[in-house]
């Protein structure tokens, strides 16, 4: 066997050693990154267990959904001559119940992740999340370039590759990678 061959099976041999090493660590902790992020933001809507942060439909209603000035492209619910609501109309009631539910959604599914439970279905959701956030309230390239791009490029992996070993999935056989090695 020439140098060249000896060379390119020990590069071959060494990537498949660190691969079997190193892919659980980085696909917990590309779990772990991407969740905290969602987790930190469904957390700060919640003054206490069910106990919805009332400041934050203000920041749905006027940031996200009525911001002044106007983000053009960006989903705008509010009297776009007023740039204010009827209090207690559907829309309002909507927007109210689209930031419950977010918050709700931004505790679950980062929890799912980090556990590494029901992994594809959270890291789906968040790519939702993701791109609901990116198309209708922050739709400029500079969001997508950073942060919208890297939960997006984050979670895309997850929900391609799976959890990784170190994960709840793994143990119930819940991921068909693993499912298939038993």
Not at 96 to 105: K, R, T
Request: hydrophobic share 55%; glycine share 6%.
């Amino acid at each position: 066997m020439d140098i060249i061959k000896k060379m390119q099976l020990l590069y071959i041999q060494m990537g498949e050693q660190l691969s079997k090493f190193l892919e659980p660590l980085a696909l917990l902790f590309l779990r772990f990154m991407v969740a905290k992020v969602f987790l930190d933001s469904g957390l700060s809507k919640w003054d206490g267990f069910l106990q919805f942060n009332v400041d934050k439909f203000d920041l749905f209603k006027y940031e996200f959904f009525c911001p002044d000035p106007v983000r053009a492209g960006a989903l705008q619910l509010c009297d776009p001559q007023t740039l204010d609501y009827v209090d207690g109309s559907f829309m309002v009631k909507m927007i109210e119940s689209l930031a419950v539910i977010a918050g709700v959604v931004e505790v679950l599914l980062p929890v799912l992740l980090i556990i590494g439970f029901f992994s594809r279905f959270a890291a789906f959701g968040l790519i939702g999340m993701t791109m609901f956030i990116q198309l209708a309230v922050f739709p400029t390239l500079d969001h997508w370039i950073n942060p919208a791009s890297w939960w997006a490029v984050s979670l895309l992996v997850i929900f391609a590759r799976g959890p990784g070993v170190l994960s709840v999935d793994r143990l119930l056989g819940l991921d068909a990678k693993y499912r298939a090695a038993k």
